[in-house]
């Protein structure tokens, strides 16, 4: 279930991303493997190491491999994801493979980012309006605690008011 896009409850897994290189065409995203921990994915990653090394004695480049790329990242996914990987890890394969972090991510950062700057553009506005309407009434003839009301003005101390021993006698 979510409330406004948000899953109810988000689980922490790590992402690698790894790119393909190929003799001719040069390199190209190749996609993330999703991992319960760190430990599990620098574990894949020496594994996928070792077995690249068993398969080519020779040490020649292949035409065409995939390797890592960055280093490995947590990120948020929902329950069904995190449930997926916790299933392939009983199954002896606690690596997903996929194409795009978009696929597993409750939101992704670019609607996050959205709405952080829509929450930013509405307040601006409203600030704009607030001093436009107060503006309009004749801010010179509002009282402090109309002008307080309205958001526009932080009082001050008193003049006769001495911060540091309370109020002093004129």
Same mark, same amino acid.
């Given at each position: 279930?979510?409330? =406004?896009?948000? &899953?109810?409850?988000? *689980?922490?897994?790590?992402?690698?991303? %790894?790119?393909?290189?190929?003799?001719? %065409?040069?390199?190209? !995203?190749?996609? *993330?493997? $999703?991992?319960?921990?760190? /430990? /599990? @994915?620098?574990?894949?990653?020496?594994?996928?190491?070792?077995?690249?090394?068993?398969?080519?004695?020779?040490?020649?480049?292949?035409?065409?491999? +995939?390797? !890592?790329?960055?280093?490995?990242? &947590?990120? #948020?996914? #929902? @329950?069904?994801?995190? =449930?997926? $990987? $916790? #299933?392939?890890?009983?199954?002896? +394969? &606690?690596?997903? %493979?996929? =194409?795009?972090?978009?696929?597993?991510? &409750? *939101?992704?950062?670019?609607? @996050?980012?959205?709405?952080?700057?829509? @929450?930013?553009?509405?307040? /601006?506005? +409203?600030a704009k309006l607030r001093k436009e309407a107060a503006f309009k009434s004749g801010l010179a003839k509002l009282t402090a605690e109309e002008k307080e009301a309205l958001g526009l003005s932080h009082p001050a101390a008193p003049a006769d008011r001495d911060i540091n021993r309370g109020w002093r006698s004129v």
């Open positions: 279930m979510t409330v =406004n896009n948000v &899953p109810e409850r988000v *689980f922490v897994v790590v992402a690698q991303e %790894w790119e393909e290189s190929e003799r001719g %065409w040069g390199c190209r !995203p190749d996609g *993330f493997t $999703l991992h319960l921990s760190m /430990a /599990a @994915a620098g574990t894949y990653l020496l594994e996928r190491a070792e077995n690249e090394r068993k398969n080519n004695p020779s040490g020649v480049v292949p035409e065409e491999y +995939t390797r !890592p790329c960055g280093i490995a990242r &947590p990120v #948020d996914v #929902d @329950a069904a994801v995190h =449930n997926r $990987l $916790l #299933d392939m890890q009983e199954k002896g +394969t &606690p690596t997903m %493979w996929i =194409n795009n972090l978009a696929e597993v991510e &409750p *939101f992704s950062k670019k609607e @996050a980012r959205a709405a952080v700057a829509k @929450a930013q553009a509405l307040a /601006a506005e +409203t």
